[in-house]
């Protein structure tokens, strides 16, 4: 399944490739190009309110005389008549631009910035193509501290949701085997998918995201963002609202509503919601431990009663794979733990020890989880790496010669918790699935490759800290 | 006394007397208020006075006038006045050998506000190299160059051109036929069918040439090709004056067909009384024409001594005035103080104006035809150009950028770049005519750094070279530059880089391209005198020594100022 995803990521990010290359190769620098024909805009009609028709002093014997200037977004931009824009988030245009070129006489454009570009495909999704991306990188949003890993499919057309995601700001990080291999301001990413759109659409508003400023619409729902401070002022300021802030602001603006378009909008958000669950699930790595899902009743966030049907299916879809889980878990225990009672047999000498060895273990699993916020994955790791003498109380100490097989003996019963049965790691692996999440390397060297480091899981996302920490501190309670 | 008075006043005979006496001053006031008010409202009838060549009215005569030779240098101060070189191909052997260019005065201003500069600019027979580049450059006009109108494109084959372009081929074609890349025929040919269009060209609202033409059929056209009309722009007007005067002075027998073409043109609106100059364009909300000052420090004052050489007065446009300076790498380096804020128009500091002025004009004023070639008297453009050269020398040696900047196009939206040393607040700020900040278009201009290299001889200028010299394509010419940040070549052939580098080039052969007029009266200043369209048009008379623009002079920057 991961090597067909892979393998279909690769061929989506060739195709990709090329097309964008189409798009963006055109030579619209050969000026015999450069005619009347080729405005597709009309620079009279604002982009967004504020906007306004300027007109250019021509040294040359061509030129577009007038164009376009405005803010929106938190960006500044100004384009041509045929298409041709830049956006940035500085008035002079001048830092961290995206930059849009249209092929003359189409309304085929591209956008693009250092490393990286996006376009509009076919079915009118937007789609990114990141240079010197290989398959098998990881893709974070970054903001600040805080930062949360995207699916790879980002390379693909862009659903509703992660476009969302990326316009919401802050940088998108690519990453090979834990270290970044480019990073790019994702600052006008709403605006520029907006233009693209808009462009398409002949300049029709309606293709504009919920909450745009559309101009000429001044009614109640719209008057009050032009009282805003900013828009007060003699010069325009900068309006950094996010998609989901202004998704939440068009509702304040605009209380007339109708009730599909709310039930839209909050599913939509829902989606968002369980999409960022997944994702944090996914940032918890390949983790097979089945008590990472929280069962349905306890632990999962109850679905909202409007969520959509397809959410809703799939976290059913999750709860029962859970619940079976939960049964084999119970229908495993007592063979595991006969198993585990016969080592004690086996070592007569040392009957006693793997039982505290247990519950120390589990103390240092739950300490190394609690306070240093390790997830269960890494926990063990950091408790099979450890050297015997650190992990044992000195009273319980074992014989040197013993310490081997006592060491297997621990571990043994530590893989009694998280690795029960084969059928067991098979329901995960189908439940993982199941949920789309793209899937770790399972190769030796690709799992040292991308194997998690203390300080990634101590920057922990205002996501995770909502939502992970709680469901790992109720799983190492109940241990 | 009483008594009389008062018989008389009780008297019918006192009566009689009293009511004529009334009569007679009612007349007289009513005569006097219609004798006055005749003498107010038809006055302007009664004062109509024919003028009479050598009555007391005219002291020179309007129908003479134009016959009066226009007062240079060589007039005045009995200096001989320069010759026109000969051609590349006939030039002595030892031409350069027995002409002695070195100053005989140090560097810096005269009493009479002459400039003496500390750089000598380069002479001599072209090397294999430049005559390669030279005839390359040519090559553009050959290929893109319209048979049916004679006129050039400016931009590859986008066949639309401005007059400043046409200004540029006009430069091409003398610079190939001074270096002998063409002969006579070839030449008239050109240059003939090029003027004779040029006076076709329908004006805008009859007034001066619009500012784009379509090169096929030359038909005015607006900034996408399609026929309308943009307006004029003054400075490319400057430009081309520029260049008909030096067809006519080093030509003389193309002085009719130039003054012809000039004759249809109407300057009223393009030059006002104060002196400065005004471009036109179309008011896109009402359609009427609207005229706006044009020119900033650099273009403004080139421009400026365009009209001059015409007889115009541009007293204003031609002074520096009001100018800031900004420190850059040590030099003070003058901009337009006019803020943009207010006038919204940018003061862009490029090299390319100040290279115009010295390679065609040699930093001269219009009415000098005498001075020495290292003398310039209109001094204070070439202290400034100094200041030009040395602040892109300094950057490349502090920063290692090599520095040669102009406006250019450029290959792809933007299409035009103002790749400035200075504007808008920034040193070496690289932006678009509507403002966008777009520094990986900025360029080594292959016409900055040729036009530099031929007025500036230093170790600088022969690494500007080194860098451009062979940087053509055979088949289009030489292209406009090498990208600053090494993203290669700026693909893109235009009419100005070729037209410059061929100046450059031939500069470098016979030095200033501006030579003097050796005829006596002009077609430009004796047309029409028996009309009125001499003063609807505001055509100019000859110029006196009253008429002279001024030779300034500027502070001197005397050491680095960091």
New interface residues.
């Given amino acids: 399944m991961t090597i067909s995803f892979r393998v279909f990521s690769l061929i989506s990010a060739l195709l990709i490739g090329s097309h964008v290359d189409a798009q963006v190769s055109f030579d619209a620098a050969e000026n015999r190009s450069f005619a009347s024909e080729n405005a597709i805009l009309d620079t009279a009609i604002p982009f967004a309110i504020g906007a306004r028709e300027a007109q250019q002093a021509l040294r040359g014997s061509f030129g577009w005389p007038n164009f376009q200037e405005g803010l929106v977004e938190g960006v500044y931009f100004r384009f041509d008549p045929d298409g041709y824009a830049r956006f940035a988030p500085t008035p002079r245009l001048d830092r961290d631009v995206f930059e849009v070129i249209c092929r003359p006489r189409t309304y085929s454009c591209a956008a693009r910035k250092e490393g990286f570009e996006m376009f509009l495909t076919e079915r009118g999704q937007i789609q990114l193509k990141l240079e010197n991306v290989a398959a098998g990188d990881t893709f974070h949003v970054v903001e600040g501290v805080s930062e949360i890993q995207v699916p790879e499919r980002i390379v693909q057309p862009l659903d509703m949701q992660l476009e969302m995601l990326l316009g919401s700001g802050g940088e998108l990080s690519a990453r090979r085997g834990g270290n970044e291999i480019s990073r790019v301001s994702l600052k006008g990413f709403a605006a520029v998918s907006s233009y693209l759109r808009w462009i398409v659409a002949r300049q029709d508003y309606s293709v504009l995201p919920r909450g745009w400023p559309v101009p000429n619409g001044a009614d109640a729902a719209t008057t009050s963002m032009t009282q805003s401070a900013g828009w007060a002022s003699p010069m325009p300021q900068p309006q950094a609202l996010a998609p989901t802030v202004i998704s939440q602001a068009s509702t304040l603006i605009a209380p007339v509503e109708t009730t599909a378009a709310k039930s839209e909008a909050e599913g939509l958000r829902a989606e968002i919601d369980e999409l960022k669950r997944m994702m944090l699930q996914d940032r918890a790595g390949p983790d097979p431990d089945p008590v990472s899902f929280p069962s349905a009743g306890e632990q999962m966030p109850a679905p909202a009663d409007n969520t959509s049907g397809q959410v809703a299916e799939l976290l059913q879809t999750i709860a029962a794979l859970q619940a079976d889980l939960r049964d084999l878990k119970q229908q495993d225990l007592p063979t595991q733990e006969s198993g585990s009672v016969s080592v004690p047999t086996k070592q007569e000498a040392t009957d006693a020890i793997p039982l505290a060895e247990s519950n120390a273990a589990a103390d240092r699993l739950r300490f190394l989880m609690d306070e240093l916020g390790l997830d269960m994955q890494t926990a063990v790791a950091v408790l099979q790496m450890s050297p015997s003498d650190d992990i044992r109380a000195p009273e319980i100490l074992p014989m040197p010669t013993e310490r081997a097989l006592e060491t297997e003996t621990a571990v043994a019963a530590t893989n009694t918790i998280l690795y029960q049965t084969d059928v067991v790691d098979q329901i995960l692996a189908e439940l993982e699935a199941d949920i789309a999440q793209p899937q770790m390397p399972k190769s030796a060297e690709a799992a040292a490759a991308v194997s998690p480091t203390i300080q990634e899981y101590q920057l922990l996302s205002r996501y995770f800290a909502s939502a992970a920490l709680p469901a790992l501190r109720d799983f190492a309670a109940k241990q | 006394m009483l008594h009389l008075f008062g018989s008389c006043r009780r008297s019918p005979v006192a009566g009689i007397c009293l009511f004529f006496l009334a009569v007679s001053v009612l007349g007289g006031a009513t005569y006097t208020v219609g004798v006055t008010a005749r003498q107010v409202f038809l006055a302007q009838e009664e004062e109509v006075i024919p003028i009479i060549a050598g009555s007391d009215l005219d002291d020179i005569p309007a129908l003479m006038r134009g016959n009066l030779p226009s007062v240079t240098t060589s007039l005045v101060k009995g200096e001989p006045r320069r010759e026109k070189p000969p051609r590349l191909c006939e030039m002595p052997e030892d031409y350069f050998a027995t002409k002695n260019t070195m100053p005989t005065r140090p560097a810096g201003y005269d009493r009479h506000n002459g400039y003496v500069r500390k750089y000598r600019t380069r002479r001599g027979f072209l090397n294999e190299r430049e005559l390669r580049a030279a005839k390359v450059a040519w090559h553009y006009f050959e290929t893109f160059t319209q048979e049916t109108t004679g006129l050039a494109n ?5 066949p ?3 007059l ?2 046409t200004a540029s081929y006009m430069a091409g074609l003398v610079a190939a036929y001074e270096l002998c890349l063409i002969e006579k025929p070839e030449f008239d040919r050109r240059i003939t069918l090029l003027l004779t269009t040029i006076k076709s060209l329908e004006l805008f609202r009859k007034e001066m040439p619009n ?2 033409y379509h090169t096929k059929t030359g038909a005015k056209v ?5 026929p309308g009309e ?1 307006g004029f722009s003054a400075l490319d007007i400057g430009r081309f004056l520029v260049w008909m005067r030096i067809y006519k002075n080093r030509y003389p027998y193309l002085a009719n067909t130039i003054d012809s073409v000039l004759l249809k043109w109407d300057f009223r609106n393009v030059i006002d009384d104060e002196g400065l100059m005004f471009g036109a364009y179309v008011d ?1 909300e009402t359609g009427e024409t609207v005229y706006a000052q044009e020119g900033r420090l650099g273009y403004e004052e080139y421009a400026a001594k365009g009209f001059a050489l015409w007889g115009f007065r541009p007293r204003l446009a031609h002074r520096a005035e009001p100018f800031l300076t900004a420190s850059i790498f040590g030099v003070q380096v003058p901009y337009d103080g006019r803020d943009p804020r207010v006038f919204h ?1 940018q003061n862009y500091v490029v090299t390319e104006s100040y290279l115009q002025d010295g390679l065609e004009l040699g930093f001269d004023l219009p009415h000098d035809d005498s001075s020495p070639e290292w003398l310039h008297s209109d001094g204070w453009r070439a202290e400034f150009a100094d200041r030009i050269y040395q602040v892109q020398e300094n950057r490349w040696r502090q920063t290692g950028f090599l520095t040669a900047r102009s ?1 250019h ?8 770049t ?1 790749d400035t040393i200075f504007s808008d607040g920034y040193p070496w700020n690289t932006v678009t ?5 777009v ?1 990986d278009h900025s360029a080594v201009a292959a016409k900055a750094a040729l036009g530099l290299w031929a007025l500036w001889d230093t170790e600088y200028t022969d690494v500007l070279y080194e860098a451009i010299i062979e940087l053509y394509d055979p088949e289009n010419g030489m292209y406009e530059g090498l990208y600053e940040r090494g993203q290669g070549r700026v ?2 052939f235009t009419a100005n880089n070729n037209g410059i580098i061929l100046t450059s080039l031939l500069h470098k052969v016979q030095g200033p391209i501006l030579t003097p007029y050796t005829g006596d009266t002009e077609v430009w200043f004796t047309a029409y005198r028996d009309q009125d369209t001499r003063v609807v048009r505001k055509y100019p008379d000859p110029p006196q020594e009253e008429d002279w623009l001024p030779a300034l002079r500027h502070s001197v920057q005397e050491k680095a100022d960091f």
């Fill in positions: 400016s931009v590859g084959n986008y639309s051109t401005t400043w372009d500012k784009v607006d900034y996408t090709n399609k943009i896109k128009s406006e196009n450029v290959k792809g939206p933007p299409y035009f103002y005519p509507r403002g966008d900040y520094p693909s893109i």
